[in-house]
Structures are given as structure tokens and as C-alpha cells.
């Protein structure tokens, strides 16, 4: 303190700073709740600058794409009914995946329109086996071909048997994994379908891949619109429109609706929701998964919500599943549990979506064939996620693609041949949170109190500081106003 002050001046300016401090104190106390909101806010909507728009529109955390496919053993006996098909899962064959959102345009209405890249490269050494290994499988096109033809006229099915009989085959047998994924199969009976230039036949490729045409693409996933949480963050990441529509066009009543996010983004929570709903465009639909276990990653704690039961039920054990189903009112539910009927999401194929090895699904559909082994560990689909922040913590998503084998009539390939759901691959979609981004999310966390931390600790100092003044005040008052002896007085 300054040397030159006088006696009062210093007990004024100690005075003085022990009110300031204890004013700070209660001013930061009364504001600081909104003061973080408002921070928190800034962080989480989604706008150019914003930490969660830099983790948005481009991937910040590894992600990788684990795909594995059945490889049917005993195809050669597939004739013989009394001979279950066996099927050996090969993989994983592990690529690398990024997520990059193009072509953005603000919307007036707080939502932000967007379509997203995405991008997979091999990584052999996270893989089991190599893009090089062969399987034997069903032979999509042809299974297609018939089933698109099963109800047009004599003629037509005529015309078409005979193409499949002269280029077609009922197996595809010894395919490379790089044909059956990015590469694609080129078949010639997909140049002769073409030519018979039959209006159910709209083939939209020119070789069959499962992810033909889908690397480095900016529309195979569609157009996107979502809230980007400037009218309330508990609205970040939701969708409102997908292809410029509120609903897929696919199905009935609450099913038919685009909502949930697309599963990297999450709305911040006050309280932990009961469920999460995510949109998976690549089945065009949405997920809810219900909350399940607590769980901690680098300290960050989150909730766990998982794809139960109610995923794949078309109206058998959830009445309020039945607008899954595809059939009319009056035939629903048509499919056992566990099963999820996609074709209308892919060109009206006979492809049906399950968890992997039919986990959760009907026991019929495993017992009708070998090598399914369904394993809650192994094959559960979850998100994490720290509720407040909405932060993803630790994601598995994954899913099966099967089609349905069955007799058609009019086609010879088809006539003696199992009611089968075939199993073709699975595949998980994994990411972890980095600690980079954990500690981001501990400091969001921490955001709301650390101005009530600091507020006491001013206002613990400015306390202190005023009650040592109060104390040496009095304490020098009443030694001045002590009573001296008499006898020191006649000295």
C-alpha cells in the first residue's frame, strides 16, 4: 500500500477493496449463470466459428467403416432341401471414414441445408484378411430381375426366364471383396436387361457394388436440412426435411416422418432424454434407441442408448411399430420380429434390415440356416453421449443386409430353391472420442460453476480482508481509549 497515505487514507482504500471484492463477488454470482449459458450457447449452435460446427462439418475424430460378409459354404447343395445353407462370416475388412458436409445454404428459419461426403480408404492393417479374398453368395442381379417381373404377364416373364437362363446364374461364386464392395461386379446380364427396355426394370448402375458410386459422392446420401440450434440449442442437429421433404414418401403415419439427427450431432439436454432418434439415410428411416448404462470415457461421463426389441418390430410385440410395416393395414404385421423390410428404400429390392447374426430377431430366422452366432457384445447397436454437451462419446452402429430368397414363379432359377432370409454382410460404423475433445467437453461442463468458483474466491478474500481491517481498527480504538493509572499520571 502506498507509503505516503495517511492512517485514514489506507483504511479507506483497504475498506475499498474489500467492498469491491464481496460487490464482484455477488454481481459475478447473479450474472455468471446467464454470462455461461450465452458462452455455451455460442459454443454448441451450429454457425461459421462455432466449436461445434468445426467439429461438424468435418469429421474431428477417427471413424471407420468394418465390413463383414458371408461367404456361403455349402452353396453347390442349395438344391437340396434337406441340407441347411452354411454361411462363414469373413472380414473385418476395415476402412478409414470421413464425413465432410458441402454445398451449405442458411436458411431463414434456423436451419442450415447441406449435403455430405464421405469418404473410405482400405486400411489392411486393421483388417482380417484382404480385399483379394473370394466369396460365393447370391446373385443380386438376378435375384432382382425375377422379383421386379414376378407379376407381369406370361410374355414378359418368358422373355426375361430366357435372358436369366442364358446370362444369369443363381449364385455368384468366388467373387472378389473389392467387386462386392467399391468396385462392383460387372455382369452381362445387366446389359441384357437393359435391352429388353422393360419399364419395371429401371437397373440404376451398370455393375452391382454395395458401395458402388457412394466414395467421394456429394448426393448419394441426399439433401439434408437441420436446426442449427440458434432458436434453442435443444433443438441442434435436428432434422426437418431430407430430399426437400418432410417425409421419406415410404411409409405410413409417424414412420414416414424425417426426424432424429443424422448421428453425429446431438441437441444439448438439461436432462437426460429416455431416447435418442437417429436418421440413417442409407435405410432410410429413423432409429430410436432407448437409454440404458452410465459410462465414462477420459472422465467425461455419458449415457449409453442402445437398439433394443422395438428397432425391427413391425406391429407384433409394439403395436405402435405396425406403420414399419410395407403390406396393407389388413395383412400387418408381415414379417417376424427382427426384421426390417427396405425395398422400399432400395429400388424395391427384396432387402431386409436386421441387427447382425438376426441379433434380437426371431429364432426362425437363424434356424433355418448355419453360422449365425448373435452376440450382445459383439453386435449391439449403441451411441454414448455426454448429455449436456451433446457430445457423441463412443458410437456402434451397425447393421445387416439380407435378401430374401424365395420361389417365383415363371423363373427356373427359382423354382426349387428355400423361403430363405439370406444373410450378405453386416457392418459396423465405430468412432471414439479423442482426449482432445473430451477435455473441450470438461470445460463445457465445468462452465456453469467455474463462475460460482470464482465468485466465492472473491468473495472469501474480500471477507477476509474486511474482517482483518474491522480487527485492527477496533483493536487500535480501544488501546487508545484505555485507561492509564494514577500513579503513571504523577510520574
Not at 457412394?214 to 435443444?234: I, P, V
Not at 431386409?352 to 448355419?370: G, N, T, W
Amino acid at each position: 500500500m502506498c507509503s505516503s497515505c495517511t492512517d485514514f487514507q489506507k483504511k479507506m482504500v483497504s475498506l475499498g477493496c474489500s467492498a469491491f471484492l464481496i460487490l464482484l463477488a455477488v454481481t459475478l454470482g447473479v450474472l455468471w449463470p446467464s454470462l455461461s449459458e450465452k458462452v455455451l450457447h455460442d459454443k454448441l449452435v451450429i454457425k461459421n466459428g462455432s466449436s461445434n460446427y468445426d467439429n461438424w462439418i468435418r469429421t474431428p475424430i477417427p471413424m471407420f467403416l468394418e465390413i463383414y460378409l458371408f461367404n456361403w459354404t455349402n452353396a453347390d447343395q442349395l438344391a437340396d432341401l434337406t441340407v441347411k445353407p452354411n454361411f462363414a462370416e469373413l472380414g473385418p475388412y476395415t476402412f478409414s471414414e470421413l464425413h465432410e458436409r458441402v454445398n451449405l445454404v442458411w436458411n431463414d428459419n434456423n436451419t442450415v441445408t447441406f449435403q455430405q461426403r464421405r469418404t473410405w480408404h482400405f486400411m489392411p492393417e486393421l483388417s482380417r484378411g484382404s480385399l483379394d479374398d473370394v466369396v460365393t453368395n447370391l446373385n443380386v442381379i438376378t435375384l432382382n430381375a425375377a422379383y421386379f417381373l414376378r407379376n407381369q404377364n406370361t410374355f414378359v416373364k418368358k422373355a426375361a426366364n430366357f435372358a436369366l437362363d442364358m446370362q444369369g446364374s443363381l449364385l455368384w461364386k468366388n467373387k472378389p471383396v473389392r467387386q462386392l464392395l467399391f468396385e462392383g461386379v460387372e455382369d452381362p446380364l445387366l446389359d441384357l436387361l437393359k435391352t429388353l427396355n422393360i419399364t419395371e426394370l429401371q437397373i440404376p448402375f451398370d455393375k452391382f457394388g454395395w458401395f458402388v458410386g457412394r466414395n467421394l459422392s456429394e448426393t448419394f446420401d441426399g439433401t439434408f436440412t437441420m436446426k442449427t440450434g440458434a432458436d434453442g440449442l435443444e433443438n441442434t442437429g435436428f432434422l426437418t426435411q431430407w430430399n426437400g421433404s418432410p417425409r421419406t414418401g415410404m411409409y405410413r403415419g409417424r414412420c414416414g416422418e424425417v426426424y432424429g439427427t443424422t448421428g453425429e450431432l446431438w441437441p444439448a439436454n438439461k436432462v437426460t432424454p429416455a431416447n435418442i432418434t437417429l436418421f440413417p439415410s442409407d435405410v432410410c428411416r429413423s432409429i430410436t434407441l432407448q437409454a440404458g448404462e452410465q459410462i465414462a470415457l477420459y472422465n467425461v461421463q455419458g449415457t449409453k442408448y442402445v437398439g433394443d426389441e422395438r428397432v425391427f418390430d413391425n406391429g407384433t410385440k409394439y403395436p405402435e411399430a405396425s406403420c414399419w410395416c410395407n403390406a396393407d393395414a389388413a395383412h400387418c404385421p408381415d414379417l417376424k420380429p427382427g426384421l426390417f423390410n427396405a425395398s422400399a428404400c432400395k429400388y424395391g429390392s427384396p432387402t431386409f434390415v436386421s441387427f447382425p447374426h438376426f441379433y434380437l430377431a426371431d429364432e426362425s430366422y437363424r434356424s433355418s440356416l448355419d453360422g449365425m452366432r448373435p452376440n450382445r457384445t459383439e453386435h449391439e447397436f449403441y451411441i454414448a453421449i455426454e448429455p449436456t454437451t451433446g457430445i457423441p462419446l463412443d458410437v456402434r452402429a451397425q447393421l445387416q443386409i439380407n435378401e430374401h430368397l424365395q420361389k417365383i414363379d415363371g423363373f427356373s432359377y427359382f423354382k426349387n430353391v428355400p423361403d430363405l432370409m439370406v444373410p450378405m454382410l453386416w457392418f459396423r460404423q465405430r468412432a471414439t472420442l479423442s482426449q482432445e475433445l473430451a477435455e473441450q467437453a470438461k470445460l463445457a461442463l465445468a462452465l456453469p460453476s467455474l463462475g460460482i468458483y470464482v465468485a466465492i474466491f472473491f468473495g472469501s478474500i474480500g471477507f477476509f480482508m474486511g474482517a482483518v481491517f474491522l480487527y485492527v481498527y477496533i483493536k487500535k480504538w480501544s488501546s487508545r481509549t484505555e485507561m492509564i493509572p494514577y500513579e503513571e499520571l504523577g510520574q
